[in-house]
């Protein structure tokens, strides 16, 4: 019903930035009514809360590791949201996705609570 494609990501020097996009689709997809998450995913590890974003509020929350240094926005006419990414640094490698959450209104750290994934794009990051 929700289709999520992720963009952006690719090798970077520590230090540098990345913006990833994720365009969202479907037949009744509204983007004020869902929140929009991202996640990440090294090798071996859990995937873990990066941002999110709630639907017509826009309101945001971010992990711990990356306040400060990332900033999730959206763009609800375009259904894309966007993952502003500076001071990269190499514990930022991983496969980043993102998510929608038909619960608008939360902004979740929550992986389960997310009702739609995208395939993921690499971010590698290099010392």
């Known amino acids: 019903q929700v289709q999520l494609v992720e963009s952006g990501g690719g090798l970077v020097q520590a230090g540098g930035s990345l913006r990833l996009s994720c365009a969202a689709s479907g037949r009744t997809f509204d983007g004020r009514r869902y929140t929009m998450g991202w996640f990440r995913q090294a090798p071996g590890k859990e995937r873990e809360f990066v941002a999110a974003i709630t639907g017509s509020a826009g309101r945001t929350d971010y992990a711990d590791s990356v306040k400060g240094r990332f900033t999730i926005s959206r763009d609800n006419a375009a259904n894309t949201v966007y993952l502003q990414m500076n001071s990269l640094e190499p514990e930022d490698t991983a496969v980043y996705y993102c998510?929608?959450?038909?619960?608008?209104?939360?902004?979740?750290?929550?992986?389960?609570?997310?009702?739609?994934w995208g395939q993921g794009t690499q971010v590698t990051v290099s010392s």
């Open positions: 998510a929608a959450d038909r619960d608008y209104w939360r902004a979740s750290g929550n992986r389960y609570e997310y009702d739609y």
